[in-house]
Nanobody, 121 residues
Framework: QVQLVESGGGLVQPGGSLRLSCAAS????????MGWYRQAPGKQRELVAA???????NYADSVKGRFTISRDNAKNTVYLQMNGLKPEDTAVYYCNADIQRNTWLPSAYYWGQGTQVTVSS
């Protein structure tokens, strides 16, 4: 069994900052790409940022220059530092990870339960 547990969401004023964390636990052999997605009310879930096991990153155009994704492979944890938050960043943020549980099974994608980020004055 594998679990992804997110933390760090909350209410912040425009221009403020938040740091999200997502820790993977359970039966894990290796973790490939880890990422953050978000879903605002009435909208589709979209990729915010992703990071490979080697540290290569990818960002949505809407967050480039404001958000930074990083990971600690020893802790199986991915982070999302969000600066310069805007009201349009309001959404539920989900952690996603491509995890291989053992050497004889292919990897699979797992999701966290989501954490609410609200940007409002």
């Amino acid at each position: 069994q594998v679990q992804l547990v997110e933390s760090g969401g909350g209410l912040v004023q425009p221009g403020g900052s938040l740091r999200l964390s997502c820790a993977a636990s359970g039966s894990i052999f290796s973790i490939n790409t880890m990422g953050w997605y978000r879903q605002a009310p009435g909208k589709q879930r979209e990729l915010v940022a992703a990071i490979t096991s080697g540290g290569s990153t990818n960002y949505a155009d809407s967050v480039k220059g404001r958000f930074t994704i990083s990971r600690d492979n020893a802790k199986n944890t991915v982070y999302l530092q969000m600066n310069g938050l805007k009201p349009e960043d309001t959404a539920v943020y989900y952690c996603n990870a491509d995890i291989q549980r053992n050497t004889w099974l292919p990897s699979a994608y797992y999701w966290g339960q989501g954490t609410q980020v609200t940007v409002s004055s």
